[in-house]
């Protein structure tokens, strides 16, 4: 398998263009999700500690509509400082969108997500080039990011987060996970990410699934093969699930530091 790997190192990062048309993919199979659910599914408990799968719609459309309408997204955030001062300014902002959208029912949700999700995600493509080089931590500066330059945000962060909410979401109402070459696209930034911030000796990792891959993480000869479900780490990597079900031969100080890995979400 080592011989078919790809080094993470060499994975070459998403461009704009790229990321529109990847969030364009994921925003549709995200509505599709939606459409499919009963009433019943949307006061679900999601993987994000008290919120209810009405709560994190809500939230991803407040994210939509904070990107194509900035001036509300940034009164928004000021609005959530002064509500949440012991929260982080991302943690404020999020618990902001959900107070003021999660009221609606689940149809007009799922109809804002659409407007709001395709408007957002045009607008950010329309983000001059001086601009995006803008830097989050000045709107979010407890966060700590590989690039937090507003075009890493925008191209790298914002479909991967919308993914990861899509997978929440199918977790927590038990449905089917629409899998296919755009899951792979961005499991492999992720992984691109994770190489940089890897701190040990190489392995191989192995990601199985529609949405996988076999690469090599670090520099180096692999001291260690590691196997797991895509999709399963890449929630261990956004701090979801503690405990992967992880097939690993070689070195332990390699297996517990895929264990303990992170990346951003």
């Not at 990847?22 to 599709?32: G, H, I, Q, R, T």
């Not at 904070?66 to 902002?93: E, M």
């Not at 696209?185 to 076999?214: F, H, K, N, T």
């Not at 993480?217 to 929630?235: E, K």
Request: with cysteine.
């Amino acid at each position: 398998m080592e011989d078919h790997a790809i080094r993470a190192e060499q994975i070459p990062r998403t461009t704009a263009a790229e990321a529109a048309e990847l969030s364009f993919a994921e925003l549709d199979k995200a509505l599709v999700l939606l459409r499919s659910l009963d009433e019943q599914h949307w006061s679900r408990p999601t993987d994000c500690p008290g919120w209810t799968v009405t709560d994190m719609v809500a939230h991803m459309v407040g994210q939509y509509q904070g990107q194509a309408r900035p001036l509300l997204g940034f009164a928004r955030l000021r609005r959530a400082r002064r509500k949440y001062p012991d929260l982080t300014s991302l943690a404020a902002s999020n618990q902001q969108q959900i107070d003021e959208l999660a009221h609606q029912s689940p149809a007009d949700l799922t109809a804002a997500m659409d407007r709001a999700g395709r408007r957002g995600i045009r607008a950010r493509g329309r983000i001059p080039r001086p601009l995006r080089s803008l830097r989050a931590s000045r709107m979010y500066p407890e966060e700590t990011l590989l690039d937090d330059r507003l075009d890493y945000v925008m191209d790298i962060l914002s479909p991967r987060d919308a993914w990861m909410h899509r997978v929440d979401i199918a977790r927590a109402t038990e449905q089917p996970l629409a899998l296919d070459q755009v899951d792979k696209a961005i499991v492999a930034q992720v992984v691109r990410d994770l190489d940089r911030s890897w701190a040990v000796p190489c392995v191989l990792l192995e990601l199985s699934g529609p949405a996988g891959g076999s690469w090599t993480i670090g520099h180096g000869t692999p001291v260690a093969t590691i196997g797991v479900d895509a999709v399963d780490y890449m929630r261990t990597l956004a701090g979801r699930a503690d405990q992967p079900q992880l097939d690993a031969n070689g070195s332990p100080a390699a297996f517990d530091a895929a264990v303990a890995a992170r990346v951003v979400f």
